[in-house]
T-cell receptor, first 116, second 114 residues
């Protein structure tokens, strides 16, 4: 089954404790991206990757890091989480990388993160 | 930053009714997309539009890319209970296809009464 898998789905952590949210897709997609969803603010892009070893900042990259060492994986790293990073996070992928149509995204089920 | 104004914010309708929602912007977009999000899940793509004036259907759903390129609407005909969820419009500005950046509307929450 074609899917984007995120882990963990739910996490409660404390300020400053490094964490990683993993994302894996099995569709051989070139393009991957991370979004956060907050009430009243909608979905906002954090980072994106056009292909392996190619990553760039989205609209709200502060406090986050990413890496793309393999085509299928795109982990989101919070080096020192803070309460304002409490949010619902979505990883997404798209078949169409350099060919355009990068808006046609497959989303994961989301990871709800709470930072105390 | 860029914003999309999506309306209505919420709708509560009777099963069988038609539904219409729209998004507007002060900016021109090259791409309009409509997504649906069910509770506890990620958004799922419903329809993608790439040309001004384009009208596209997906089952009971119909979406149009506005002629001015600053708006789009989504219609759902003969609603059924499984149409319940949050519907998001999203747009890509010219030059954004290489970044994949989407600007999302705030969402329309649809509830259907059987």
């Amino acid at each position: 089954e074609a899917q984007v898998t995120q882990n963990p789905r739910y996490l409660i952590t404390v300020t400053g404790k490094k964490l990683t949210v993993t994302c894996s897709q099995n569709m051989n997609h070139e393009y991957m991206s991370w979004y956060r969803q907050d009430p009243g603010l909608g979905l906002r892009q954090i980072y994106y990757s056009m292909n392996v070893e190619v990553t760039d900042k989205g609209d709200v990259p502060e406090g986050y890091k990413v890496s793309r060492k393999e085509k299928r994986n795109f982990p989101l790293i919070l080096e020192s989480p803070s309460p304002n990073q409490t949010s619902l996070y979505f990883c997404a992928s798209s078949l169409h990388g350099t060919g355009g149509r990068t808006g046609e995204l497959f989303f994961g089920e989301g990871s709800r993160l709470t930072v105390l | 930053g860029q914003q999309l104004n999506q309306s209505p914010q919420s709708m509560f309708i009777q099963e069988g009714e038609d539904v219409s929602m729209n998004c507007t912007s002060s900016s021109i977009f090259n791409t309009w997309l409509w997504y649906k999000q069910d509770p506890g899940e990620g958004p799922v793509l419903l329809i993608a539009l790439y040309k001004a004036g384009e009208l596209t259907s997906n089952g009971r759903l119909t979406a149009q890319f506005g002629i001015t390129r600053k708006d789009s609407f989504l219609n759902i005909s003969a609603s059924i209970p499984s149409d319940v969820g949050i519907y998001f419009c999203a747009g890509q500005l010219p030059g954004s296809s290489n970044t994949g950046k989407l600007i999302f509307g705030q969402g329309t929450t649809l509830q259907v009464k059987p």
